[in-house]
C-alpha cells in the first residue's frame, strides 16, 4: 500500500491547530490533522466557550436583578441550572462541527486519534494513530496542556474538580471551594456565585489574578467580596480531608468544607507520550523550546500554543500556528509578544496588553501613567447602574510610546485589540490623539485616558 506524504502534519486540532490547518489549506498545502479527543482543543471543549457560554447567563441574571433600576419590572428571576448547561453544551457542539467543517474547507484530513512521532528519515517525518503509519515533510506539534494538580495530601482527582469536569456538573452546588484565585479560579468563581452558590477561593499569593494590573485586581477582588465570595490569601493548601480542605494562614491552621472542590492552580503542557525524543526534539516539563518562528530544533519541526509554556492562550496559539505556516511557505514571520492582550471575563470584565505598571518598574523603565475612571465615557454611563471602572495607560517617559493599556469595566474584551494594535504600531500619545473614535462609544475612555498626558 502507498502511504501518502503531506506537506504537514499536525499534532492536535485544538486553536493552534486547527488555525494552522485552515491557513495551509488554504494556501493548497496537503495537511493531516490529529485529535485524540475533541477538534477545537481544550478552549473549546473544556476552557474559553463553555466558560464564557457560563458567565453570559451569569450576565443575563445580573442583568434582570437590576433592570429595576433601569425602569424595567421582569417579576422574579430563577436559575435553572441545568438548562444553563445545556446550552452549553450546545454551544460547544455546534462550534466543533464548524470547525469540522473548516477542516473539510481547507481538505485537511482528520484522524481522531492518539498519534505518536515514530522517526525522521531525511526529509520525511512518520506518525503513527490508528493503527496506521502518516509521512510528512512538516510537523506541527500542538497538543496544548491539561490540569496541573498539584502533590498534596488526599488531593485525589476522584475527589476533587479541575475545568474539565466542573463543566460536566448535572447538579448546581450549594458550596463550592475553589483552590487557586488565577484567571480560571476567578471566572468559575465568579459564575457559581452568580446563580447563587456560597463560593470560597484559596490562594496562596498575596493577591488573586497574577500578572493583572495591581489596582484591578484590587478592585475586582472587593467587587467579589461584597456579592458573598470569600478570599482566603496568603494561604497554602496542605490537606484535603474528603471535601474539607485545611489550609495555613497566618501561621495557623484553618479549614473549610464544600459540596465540591475545584483546583485550578496551573497547567501541565503535554509533551509525554507523542514521540519527541525519537526524533530529538529538546523539550522539558515545562515545554517545547521554539525560535521566534516557532521552529523546534529540529528542521521541519515546529511546536505552537500551549505545547511550548511560554503564553498559555488561545489567540497566541492561533497566531503561533499562523506564524509556524507562514515559513513552512517560505514567508519569513516572526512571532511578537509584546502586544499579545490578556482578558479575564468575570464581571467586570478585565482586559490589558504589553507592561503594567508594576512590571514596567521592575525592568527599570522609566515611564508615565495616567487613569481615568469609566465614567468619562458617556456611553459606559448611559448603559450602567453604580458600576464601577477604569482606564490605565502607560507611557514611555522619554519618547511617549505606548507600552500598555490595562482596563476594567464595560467590554474590555472587545476594545483591547485597539491597544494591541498601537502597541504593535509602536505609536506615541501623540500619534493616537489623531485618531478618531466613534462616539458614543465605552472605547473612547482610551482617548480620553491618552488626552491627559
Do not use: W
Not at 20 to 37: I, T, Y
Not at 332 to 337: E, F, G
Not at 340 to 369: C, M, R
Amino acid at each position: 500500500m502507498t502511504t501518502t506524504t503531506y506537506d504537514i502534519a499536525i499534532l492536535g486540532g485544538g486553536p493552534a491547530g486547527y488555525v494552522a490547518a485552515e491557513r495551509a489549506g488554504a494556501k493548497g498545502l496537503s495537511v493531516v490533522v490529529f485529535d485524540k479527543r475533541a477538534l477545537g482543543g481544550v478552549c473549546l471543549n473544556e476552557g474559553c466557550i463553555p466558560t464564557k457560554t457560563l458567565l453570559n447567563s451569569a450576565k443575563i441574571l445580573e442583568s434582570a436583578h437590576e433592570a429595576a433600576k433601569f425602569g424595567i419590572n421582569v417579576g422574579s428571576v430563577e436559575v435553572d441550572f441545568p438548562k444553563i448547561m445545556k446550552r452549553k453544551d450546545k454551544v460547544v457542539r455546534k462550534l466543533v462541527a464548524g470547525v469540522g467543517m473548516k477542516m473539510k474547507h481547507a481538505k485537511a484530513e482528520v484522524v481522531m486519534a492518539h498519534a505518536t512521532i515514530k522517526e525522521r528519515r531525511g526529509d520525511v517525518i512518520t506518525i503513527e494513530a490508528d493503527g496506521r503509519e502518516f509521512q510528512a515533510t512538516n510537523l506541527l506539534v500542538c497538543t496544548g496542556s491539561e490540569a496541573a494538580v498539584p502533590p498534596i495530601p488526599g488531593l485525589d482527582k476522584e475527589v476533587v474538580l479541575t475545568n474539565r469536569e466542573i463543566l460536566k456538573l448535572k447538579e448546581q452546588p450549594k458550596e463550592l471551594v475553589i483552590i487557586g484565585g488565577g484567571v480560571i479560579g476567578s471566572e468559575f468563581a465568579d459564575f457559581f456565585n452568580a446563580v447563587g452558590t456560597k463560593v470560597t477561593v484559596i490562594e496562596m499569593l498575596p493577591e488573586i489574578l497574577t500578572g493583572v494590573d495591581e489596582e484591578i485586581c484590587k478592585m475586582v477582588r472587593g467587587e467579589f467580596t461584597k456579592r458573598g465570595i470569600d478570599f482566603h490569601l496568603n494561604a497554602k493548601v496542605v490537606e484535603l480531608k474528603g471535601k474539607e480542605v485545611i489550609f495555613e494562614k497566618d501561621g495557623e491552621r484553618q479549614s473549610v468544607t464544600g459540596d465540591e472542590v475545584l483546583v485550578c492552580v496551573g497547567r501541565k503542557v503535554n509533551v509525554d507520550g507523542i514521540g519527541l525524543e525519537n526524533i530529538g526534539v529538546e523539550f522539558t516539563p515545562k515545554g517545547i523550546k521554539i525560535d521566534e518562528n516557532c521552529r523546534t530544533n529540529v528542521p521541519n519541526v515546529y511546536a505552537c500554543g500551549d505545547v511550548t509554556g511560554f503564553s498559555l492562550l488561545a489567540h497566541t496559539a492561533s497566531r503561533e500556528g499562523e506564524v509556524a505556516v507562514n515559513n513552512i511557505l517560505g514567508r519569513k514571520d516572526v512571532m511578537r509578544y509584546d502586544a499579545v492582550p490578556g482578558v479575564v471575563y468575570t464581571h467586570p470584565e478585565i482586559a490589558g496588553v504589553g507592561l503594567t505598571e508594576q512590571q514596567a518598574k521592575d525592568k527599570g523603565i522609566k515611564v508615565n501613567v495616567r487613569t481615568l475612571p469609566m465614567q468619562y465615557a458617556g456611553r459606559f454611563v448611559a448603559e450602567t447602574e453604580g458600576k464601577n471602572g477604569f482606564c490605565k495607560v502607560i507611557a514611555g517617559e522619554k519618547y511617549g510610546e505606548i507600552l500598555g493599556v490595562h482596563m476594567v469595566g464595560g467590554a474590555c474584551s472587545e476594545m483591547i485589540y485597539g491597544a494591541c494594535s498601537m502597541i504593535e504600531a509602536q505609536l506615541r500619545i501623540q500619534d493616537v490623539e489623531e485618531v478618531i473614535f466613534p462616539h458614543p462609544t465605552v472605547s473612547e475612555i482610551i482617548k480620553e485616558t491618552i488626552f491627559t498626558f
